[in-house]
C-alpha cells in the first residue's frame, strides 16, 4: 500500500486548505480504514480524524471538531481532510494513514501503512 499526501502550504490564521491522500494498493480501496495525523514540531504524533467507510463513521479529534472534515472517494482511490477556520496551533506536517483491521481509530501504532507528510503551516 502506497500513500501520498498533497496540498500542504503556508496560510493565514482563519483559511482554509484541502490535503489529499492518493491510496496505492491491491485491495479495495474502500476496505481501509483511513486517518489523518500531524506532528508539530518538538511534539509526538497526533490523531487528527478518521474514516471507516464499511462501518459508516468517522471520528475526529476534539482539537478540530467542527473545523476539520474527513472524506473519501472510493472509486478514485482518494482520502481529504478539508480544514477551515485554521490556527497557528494546526501548524504540523500532517500524514495520511490506512489499516484494514478496526479497533481505536485514533490509536497511531494500529495503522499499517503511512505517507510521507505534507507541511502546513499557519501564520497568525
Known amino acids: 500500500v502506497r500513500l501520498v499526501e498533497s496540498g500542504g502550504e503556508s496560510v493565514q490564521a482563519g483559511g482554509s486548505l484541502t490535503l489529499s491522500c492518493t491510496v496505492a494498493a491491491q485491495r479495495a480501496f474502500s476496505s481501509y480504514i483511513m486517518g489523518w495525523f500531524r506532528q508539530a514540531p518538538g511534539k509526538g504524533r497526533e490523531f487528527v480524524a478518521a474514516?471507516?467507510?464499511?462501518?459508516?463513521?468517522?471520528e475526529y479529534a476534539d482539537s478540530v471538531k467542527g473545523r476539520f472534515t474527513i472524506s473519501r472517494e472510493n472509486g478514485r482511490n482518494l482520502l481529504y481532510l478539508h480544514m477551515n477556520s485554521l490556527k497557528p496551533e494546526d501548524t504540523a506536517v500532517y500524514y495520511c494513514a490506512a489499516k484494514r483491521v478496526g479497533g481505536t481509530y485514533s490509536a497511531d501504532g494500529t495503522y499499517n501503512y503511512w505517507g510521507q507528510g505534507t507541511q502546513v503551516t499557519v501564520s497568525s
Open positions: 474514516v471507516d467507510w464499511s462501518a459508516g463513521l468517522t
